[in-house]
Every structure is written in structure tokens, then in C-alpha cells.
């Protein structure tokens, strides 16, 4: 072999190199120079240069968080669902199965990660799987209600009375659970209920392969949503213990804890997760607003030092104060809140801002981002840093920040 035939290899065996900018400078300059009199070489460089753009890494290979509700869309738009999902289901939907994605990604050390789950009484530290069997707990009640298999074994004592019960085996109120955990804490009060068959389930799983615990979890929601196909009114009534929701709010409720505790898992092992879309924040949103009076109601009662001006009675008409929420970022809104009871009034419907009954003059105007108002709700930010934008009564403001967070539950 000639001189000349051994450098045209050696040239030819950068071309890989070359084209993904790994030839040091004098070499690539050689090889450049070499292309420029070599038609055989050059076609080469330029297949394994395009070839390399394939690989650039300067878009991420993570698949847009809307790809998915475009895809069904499509797939809808094509052949209708023999039993499509409410709209009020479709959150749930979509946080389950971006949960589950997350789950399926991770390795045996990431399932050892311990969360932080904050809420108002506290925070809990829990790892993947038992974030997934504290969720399948609470959803465990919705499946109650829609006469569905219960997850949470029965406590000591009480599957006599569940039969008795047709079936209800939520535990009395302020029951300690059976076995105990010891990074879920008992709590007594209104929340005995769901941390008892929290700590229950989680007992009874404690011996199972975090993928099986997914699994069953997964199972559960693909019932759910099946079974909400079939009452698409949604006013069964949802049992917390510690309150009562219609199933069409019990599902979004659902949907904005699936999300935070993903968060909080995505947090601990370092995984990127996007925030809900923006029509099904728009739901969340809506729900924290209207249950907004009832934290309101509960401040007052358990710390009255937050309290702005002495509340009215319920039904006073006009003297009832009202605060003028605007919700900014992809779920944007307006709504007219009463802060001596009642209920919430659009302020950007139909009718404008003076629709609904006469309160007077908002005393106060509050402006914060849709998803930070459910974080906020979750007990997941501090309400006296939160950047709000606010005008008028500053107490009245500050009541409904350290109000927002008692809608959170352990």
C-alpha cells in the first residue's frame, strides 16, 4: 500500500470523529482539506455529519407533557368513546398517568428516596411506595362510594361490622391504626379516619416490591375512571371523615394531590414533572376557590389571632365582607370571595363582577398564580412569602393566605 492509499484511510477513519465535532483542530483541519479534493470521502462526511444531528442533545428526548391529551384527542376525534370520562374525571386521568410514568423510571435506589410531604399539621416522610399507598388509601375512598372494592384491610375487630355495613369499612373516627408506621404519625381529630387506613394499607403492603404496590394502585385508578364513566352526574357523596365532597369535586381534589405528591416524589429522586394543564388546573383552581370559605370558617375557629375584622353573621346580605380574588397564569380567573360565610361568586362571568348577591365593594384585592394557589392549598408554599400583589384591607389578605393551607390533609 502506497503513502498516498495509507493517508487517505487514516484521514477517512476520523470521519466519525469528525462529524460529532470529537477530531481535535489540527486533525479536522487536515480532513477538511482532504474532503475538499476527495468526492468519496465527502459524501461520506456529509451522510455521518446529518446522521450526527440526530444525536445533537439540544432538544430534550422527554415527550411534551400535552402529547399525550393530543394523542386521545386525535384518537376521540377519530372513534368517539363507547363511555367517555366526564370532564371533571379527566385530571384525575391525566395526574395518574403521569405519576405512573414517573414510577415506571425508577431504579431500586430511587425507590429507597425518602419525600417530604408537607401539609398543615406537618410534614410526612415517606418513600415512593408508601406515597403510592397513602394515595391508594384516599382514593380507596371514592371506590366506597362507587361501590367498589375497599383496598384497606379491615381493622381488628371490625369485618363483622363491615359486613354489617354492606361493605363500609372506613374506620370509626380518631381509631389508632393497627400497625403502627413510624413516618406516618397517628392523628387524632378529623383526620383519624384517612391516617388510620393510611397506616393500615401501608402494614399490610410493607412486604411487597414497590412495582407491586404500583401496580395495584394503577389497577385502582383504572377503575375509578371506569366506573365515573358510568355516573358521568358525579353526586355520589365522597366520606373524607373529615368532611364530604360530591364525587365530580372528590375526583379534582384527587387530581391536585396525585399531582403534589408526584411532585414531592419527582423531587426526591431528582425527575423533571410538569404542572397540570392548563384546563385542568383551571379545575383545581376553581375547587380551592369554592372550598376557600370553609378554610376561612376553620382559620377563625382554630386560630383566631389570624382573623381580620370581626366576622358577620352568616346571612347578613350586605354587611358580609368580600375579597376579589384574580388567579393570573394559565388558569386565570376572577372570583368575588365572601369572608364572613357563603359562597364564591364569579366576578369574570357573564354578568361581570356584579353578578351574584350584593356584598359591597370587595375590601380587598389579591392577585397570586393559579398553580401557586394550589400549592398554597397544599400546604406546600409559606404564606408569608408567597409573592401576591395586593390592595386594600392587608388583613383581610393575609387571613385568606393563612386560611388557604388548612385545605391540606395528612
Same mark, same amino acid.
Request: glycine residues 10%.
Given at each position: 500500500?502506497?503513502?498516498?492509499?495509507?493517508?487517505?484511510?487514516?484521514?477517512?477513519?476520523?470521519?466519525?470523529?469528525?462529524?460529532?465535532?470529537?477530531?481535535?483542530?489540527?486533525?479536522?483541519?487536515?480532513?477538511?482539506?482532504?474532503?475538499?479534493?476527495?468526492?468519496?470521502?465527502?459524501?461520506?462526511?456529509?451522510?455521518?455529519?446529518?446522521?450526527?444531528?440526530?444525536?445533537?442533545?439540544?432538544?430534550?428526548?422527554?415527550?411534551?407533557?400535552?402529547?399525550?391529551?393530543?394523542? &386521545?384527542?386525535?384518537?376521540?376525534?377519530?372513534?368517539?368513546?363507547?363511555?367517555?370520562?366526564?370532564?371533571?374525571?379527566?385530571?384525575?386521568?391525566?395526574?395518574?398517568?403521569?405519576?405512573?410514568? &414517573?414510577?415506571?423510571?425508577?431504579?431500586?435506589?430511587?425507590?429507597?428516596?425518602?419525600?417530604?410531604?408537607?401539609?398543615? %399539621?406537618?410534614?410526612?416522610?415517606?418513600?415512593?411506595?408508601?406515597?403510592?399507598?397513602?394515595?391508594?388509601?384516599?382514593?380507596?375512598?371514592?371506590?366506597?362510594?362507587?361501590?367498589?372494592?375497599?383496598?384497606?384491610?379491615?381493622?381488628?375487630?371490625?369485618?363483622?361490622?363491615?359486613?354489617?355495613?354492606?361493605?363500609?369499612?372506613?374506620?370509626?373516627?380518631?381509631?389508632?391504626?393497627?400497625?403502627?408506621?413510624?413516618?406516618?404519625?397517628?392523628?387524632?381529630?378529623?383526620?383519624?379516619?384517612?391516617?388510620?387506613?393510611?397506616?393500615?394499607?401501608?402494614?399490610?403492603?410493607?412486604?411487597?416490591?414497590?412495582?407491586?404496590?404500583?401496580?395495584?394502585?394503577?389497577?385502582?385508578?383504572?377503575?375509578?375512571?371506569?366506573?365515573?364513566?358510568?355516573?358521568?352526574?358525579?353526586?355520589?357523596?365522597?366520606?373524607?371523615?373529615?368532611?364530604?365532597?360530591?364525587?365530580?369535586?372528590?375526583?379534582?381534589?384527587?387530581?391536585?394531590?396525585?399531582?403534589?405528591?408526584?411532585?414531592?416524589?419527582?423531587?426526591?429522586?431528582?425527575?423533571?414533572?410538569?404542572?397540570?394543564?392548563?384546563?385542568?388546573?383551571?379545575?383545581?383552581?376553581?375547587?380551592?376557590?369554592?372550598?376557600?370559605?370553609? @378554610?376561612?370558617?376553620?382559620?377563625?375557629?382554630?386560630?383566631?389571632?389570624?382573623?381580620?375584622?370581626?366576622?358577620?353573621?352568616?346571612? @347578613?346580605?350586605?354587611?358580609?365582607?368580600?375579597?376579589?380574588?384574580?388567579?393570573?397564569?394559565?388558569?386565570?380567573?376572577?372570583?368575588?370571595?365572601?369572608?364572613?360565610?357563603?359562597?364564591?361568586?364569579?366576578?369574570?362571568?357573564?354578568?361581570?363582577?356584579?353578578? %351574584?348577591?350584593?356584598?359591597?365593594?370587595?375590601?380587598?384585592?389579591?392577585?397570586?398564580?393559579? &398553580?401557586?394557589?394550589?400549592?398554597?392549598?397544599?400546604?406546600?408554599?409559606?404564606?408569608?412569602?408567597?409573592?401576591?400583589?395586593?390592595? %386594600?384591607?392587608?388583613?383581610?389578605?393575609?387571613?385568606?393566605?393563612?386560611?388557604?393551607?388548612?385545605?391540606?390533609?395528612?
Amino acid at each position: 500500500m502506497s503513502s498516498t492509499e495509507e493517508r487517505h484511510d487514516a484521514l477517512r477513519s476520523l470521519l466519525g470523529a469528525w462529524a460529532l465535532g470529537a477530531c481535535p483542530a489540527g486533525e479536522a483541519a487536515d480532513l477538511e482539506q482532504h474532503l475538499s479534493a476527495c468526492p468519496e470521502c465527502a459524501e461520506e462526511a456529509a451522510r455521518l455529519r446529518d446522521a450526527a444531528g440526530w444525536l445533537s442533545l439540544d432538544e430534550p428526548l422527554d415527550q411534551p407533557g400535552s402529547l399525550r391529551q393530543q394523542v &386521545l384527542d386525535w384518537c376521540l376525534g377519530r372513534r368517539p368513546a363507547e363511555l367517555p370520562v366526564p370532564s371533571w374525571g379527566m385530571p384525575y386521568t391525566a395526574e395518574t398517568a403521569k405519576l405512573d410514568a &414517573l414510577l415506571r423510571d425508577l431504579g431500586p435506589e430511587e425507590w429507597q428516596e425518602v419525600a417530604e410531604l408537607p401539609w398543615h %399539621g406537618g410534614t410526612e416522610r415517606l418513600r415512593p411506595a408508601e406515597v403510592i399507598g397513602r394515595l391508594t388509601a384516599v382514593d380507596g375512598l371514592l371506590a366506597l362510594a362507587l361501590g367498589l372494592p375497599d383496598p384497606v384491610p379491615a381493622a381488628p375487630g371490625e369485618a363483622f361490622a363491615a359486613v354489617a355495613a354492606a361493605g363500609r369499612r372506613v374506620p370509626p373516627q380518631d381509631q389508632a391504626p393497627s400497625a403502627p408506621v413510624p413516618r406516618v404519625p397517628p392523628q387524632g381529630g378529623p383526620y383519624g379516619a384517612i391516617t388510620a387506613r393510611t397506616a393500615r394499607l401501608l402494614a399490610d403492603q410493607g412486604a411487597l416490591p414497590p412495582q407491586s404496590v404500583r401496580s395495584r394502585w394503577r389497577r385502582q385508578t383504572h377503575d375509578l375512571v371506569r366506573s365515573a364513566a358510568l355516573a358521568p352526574q358525579g353526586n355520589t357523596p365522597v366520606d373524607y371523615g373529615c368532611g364530604v365532597l360530591p364525587l365530580r369535586d372528590a375526583f379534582v381534589d384527587r387530581a391536585l394531590e396525585c399531582y403534589v405528591h408526584g411532585e414531592d416524589v419527582a423531587r426526591a429522586v431528582a425527575y423533571p414533572y410538569d404542572p397540570p394543564s392548563p384546563q385542568h388546573l383551571r379545575q383545581m383552581v376553581e375547587l380551592v376557590v369554592r372550598m376557600l370559605p370553609r @378554610a376561612l370558617a376553620g382559620l377563625r375557629a382554630a386560630r383566631p389571632e389570624h382573623a381580620g375584622a370581626p366576622a358577620a353573621p352568616v346571612g @347578613a346580605g350586605p354587611a358580609g365582607r368580600r375579597l376579589r380574588l384574580v388567579v393570573d397564569g394559565p388558569a386565570s380567573g376572577e372570583w368575588l370571595v365572601p369572608l364572613d360565610g357563603g359562597g364564591p361568586d364569579r366576578a369574570d362571568g357573564p354578568d361581570g363582577p356584579d353578578a %351574584g348577591p350584593s356584598g359591597g365593594e370587595p375590601v380587598a384585592s389579591m392577585v397570586l398564580d393559579g &398553580l401557586e394557589l394550589c400549592q398554597l392549598a397544599a400546604a406546600h408554599r409559606d404564606p408569608d412569602r408567597l409573592p401576591v400583589g395586593e390592595h %386594600g384591607d392587608r388583613a383581610a389578605v393575609r387571613e385568606v393566605l393563612h386560611a388557604l393551607p388548612l385545605l391540606s390533609r395528612p
